[in-house]
């Protein structure tokens, strides 16, 4: 069983920047590629970002150039840093795995492979 804590979300204007930290344990978490979730009132819950056991990367398109996602295997923790944040970005963060691209594409999977979820982390970009 996995257990997952994710921290470092808040309030912040439009156009700031937060960072995101999610810390993973119960599991050999540097074998998974790992991803970052939201969930906006209202609205199911969407793929962010993902990085794989090596480190490579994969965005959905509204926030690539402005989020990074990051990973400390020895810390077990994935990291998001969050910039030019916009209003409707407002969401609760979590994270989880996913399956890492097939070999020899950049065919990643979107869907979350843990079957539970942290508690996440809220984050509030006011206008």
């Known amino acids: 069983q996995v257990q997952l804590v994710e921290s470092g979300g808040g309030l912040v204007q439009a156009g700031g920047s937060l960072r995101l930290s999610c810390a993973a344990s119960?599991?050999?978490?540097?074998?998974?590629?790992m991803a970052w979730f939201r969930q906006a009132p209202g609205k199911e819950r969407e793929f962010v970002a993902a990085i794989s056991r090596t480190g490579s990367t994969y965005y959905t398109d509204s926030v690539k150039g402005r989020f990074t996602i990051s990973r400390d295997n020895a810390k077990n923790t994935v990291y998001l840093e969050m910039n030019s944040l916009k209003p409707e970005e407002t969401a609760v963060y979590y994270c989880?795995?996913?399956?890492?691209?097939?070999?020899?594409?950049?065919?990643?999977?979107?869907?979350?492979?843990?079957?539970?979820w942290g508690q996440g982390t809220q984050v509030t970009v006011s206008s």
């Open positions: 989880n795995a996913v399956r890492p691209p097939l070999l020899g594409t950049l065919n990643w999977g979107t869907t979350p492979l843990y079957d539970c």
């Open positions: 119960g599991r050999t978490f540097s074998r998974d590629a």
